[in-house]
C-alpha cells in the first residue's frame, strides 16, 4: 500500500479462526489503531471488526520507524494475541502455530486485501459492506448497523465516536 491512498483492507485471522469473537482481541486492535492514529501514522474513515476478519477504509500517512504501519499493525497485534493466549490456553494456541524462519506463530493469514479506493462513490459502497458485514444471515451479530460496537457505523448514524479513531470520508472525498 501506498503512503497517501485510500484503501479498503481486508484481514483475516489464519484458517479463518474465530479468535475475534473474545471483545479483549477486539480491543487489541482498537488500541493499536488508537496509537498510530494518534500519532499520525493511519487515518481510518470506517471499520468493522468480525470475530475472523476485519475491514478497514484507511490511508497510511507516514511510516511507523521503518515499516510501514500496516506492518505495524499485524505485528503488534500478533505479539499482544500472542502474550494473551499463552496465559490463558497452550491448547488454543496450537491453532496458531506456523514455525518459519521468522516466526513460531502466525495469527493473521497471509497476503491480506488490499484496493486502492480513488472516488467518493467506491468509498460510499464500501462504507455500505462494511456496515452491514455484521447483519448477514451467517452472522446475525445484530438487527441494525448502528448497533455493532465493533464498527464505524455508529459514528456515521450519530456522530459518536466511541473509540475516538474515525475521520470522516468527507473530509478526504
Known amino acids: 500500500m501506498l503512503q497517501n491512498e485510500v484503501y479498503f ?19 487489541i486492535i482498537i488500541n493499536c ?3 498510530l492514529v494518534t500519532r499520525k501514522k493511519i487515518c481510518i474513515y470506517g471499520f468493522v471488526i468480525m470475530p475472523n476478519h476485519l475491514h478497514i477504509l484507511w490511508e497510511m500517512l507516514d511510516k511507523n520507524g521503518k515499516e510501514t ?3 505495524s499493525f499485524n505485528k503488534f497485534t500478533s505479539h499482544q494475541f500472542l502474550d494473551t493466549i499463552r496465559k490463558q ?3 488454543r494456541l496450537n491453532r496458531y502455530r506456523e514455525v518459519t524462519i521468522e516466526r513460531n506463530h502466525r495469527f493473521w493469514q497471509r ?3 488490499a484496493i486502492n479506493i480513488k472516488a467518493r462513490p467506491v468509498v460510499e459502497q464500501k ?8 447483519l448477514q444471515e451467517h452472522w446475525s451479530l445484530v438487527r441494525r448497523p448502528e448497533n455493532y460496537k465493533w464498527s464505524s457505523a455508529r459514528f456515521y448514524e450519530t456522530g459518536e465516536d466511541e473509540f475516538g479513531i474515525i475521520t ?3 473530509e478526504r472525498f
Open 33 to 35: 489503531w488508537k496509537e
Open 89 to 91: 490456553s497452550s491448547k
Open 127 to 134: 462504507l455500505n459492506y462494511i456496515h452491514l458485514n455484521p
Open 111 to 113: 497476503d491480506p486485501l
Open 69 to 71: 504501519p500496516y506492518a
Open 168 to 170: 470522516h470520508y468527507r
Open 9 to 27: 483492507w481486508t484481514d483475516t485471522i489464519k484458517d479463518w479462526n474465530k479468535l475475534l469473537e473474545d471483545d479483549h482481541y477486539k480491543m
